[in-house]
């Protein structure tokens, strides 16, 4: 039997619910394993370990490694951080509004369609309406809701969403890279590199949020290193078919699985043999369609001012601000 439930990451409670099962229902099954809903994503699409990124109203992510051993970045909620989450990218495009009239921080794009969205999606006369929202009526769903819109504003070719977009997907980006110390050489052998399950309503703005993800992905600091090549993947099945193989494993059975049947890949990204030791820190990748998958590989090693991020410019070529091809 498999367990694979949310909030379910501390393994010794893991193991003090598997020991009260057992004890409890002693007649329910002879084998049981206990893991969070991030681990029973990694099983249903990975046999030997790989990374679940979770972006819905909050963000985290896990790995797993081929030897067993887990770590994760995120997840921490939305006091303390669940970057490129939908909650945090609508908190974000409310403080770009309110810096913006406060003459704090001035937006590198026009605002007016994002205040229209905003204003229209909480109903507001004028910014001082939003305090009630955040202060006395808070709901978390609420605001996570407001993102599909801003997604839609990008859609539209309004330059402050798709703004806002790319820089959730350099924070989920980031969380790759922030693993990628802890990752074990057995994830790079593969074909494929290393494999990374995408869950959450987030990434169906995937669109606008491809080239931060890719820059974010790259090392930023010391001990980050180079992903040599990481496939993107959807699940195509439920996430309880994850649990089942984990619990099959518990028991010792080889239960069949065809792990093709389960995942869905929507991006693939390399990096060119010729570069891959002296790659700099930062840098951008040129798209090319490969097999109706964006295949990135690193070209010139240059970095695109903020400003012109996120295929912000309305570009309409086929070639974004961003050096990005389509």
Request: a negative charge.
């Amino acid at each position: 039997q498999g367990l694979c439930l949310s909030g379910c990451e501390e393994d010794d409670a893991n193991r003090q619910m598997e020991r009260d099962i057992l004890e409890q229902y002693p007649n329910l099954t002879k084998h049981i394993v206990v893991a969070s809903d991030t681990q029973g994503s990694i099983a249903t699409a990975c046999h030997n370990g790989g990374i679940v990124l979770i972006s819905g109203t909050g963000s985290n992510a896990l790995l797993l490694n081929p030897d067993g051993q887990t770590f994760r970045c995120g997840g921490w909620g939305h006091m303390l951080g669940d970057e490129g989450g939908a909650y945090w990218i609508a908190a974000r495009a409310v403080k770009i509004l309110f810096d913006e009239e406060d003459n704090l921080i001035d937006p590198p794009y026009c605002t007016e369609k994002l205040r229209n969205i905003v204003f229209s999606h909480f109903d507001l006369k004028d910014r001082f309406g939003m305090l009630e929202h955040i202060y006395t009526t808070f709901q978390k769903a609420k605001f996570a809701s407001l993102t599909a819109k801003i997604s839609e504003g990008a859609e539209e070719g309004d330059a402050m969403c798709a703004h806002i977009l790319y820089d959730a997907g350099y924070a989920l980006g980031r969380h790759i890279s922030a693993l990628s110390r802890n990752m074990h050489p057995d994830l790079f052998a593969s074909e494929d590199g290393l494999q990374i399950v995408c869950s959450g309503s987030v990434w169906k703005s995937w669109k606008h949020m491809h080239g931060g993800f890719v820059d974010g992905v790259q090392p930023h600091l010391e001990k980050d290193r180079i992903i040599p090549k990481f496939k993107l993947l959807r699940l195509a099945v439920t996430s309880a078919l994850g649990a089942t193989y984990l619990g099959a494993q518990k028991a010792s059975y080889d239960m069949p699985r065809d792990y093709s049947k389960n995942v869905t890949p929507f991006f693939t990204y390399v990096h060119p043999t010729s570069l891959t030791s002296s790659l700099p820190t930062k840098g951008i990748p040129k798209a090319v369609n490969v097999n109706h998958e964006n295949k990135y590989v690193c070209s010139n090693g240059k970095v695109p001012d903020a400003s012109t991020n996120g295929q912000a410019n309305g570009a309409s070529n086929g070639t974004h601000s961003n050096g990005l091809s389509t």
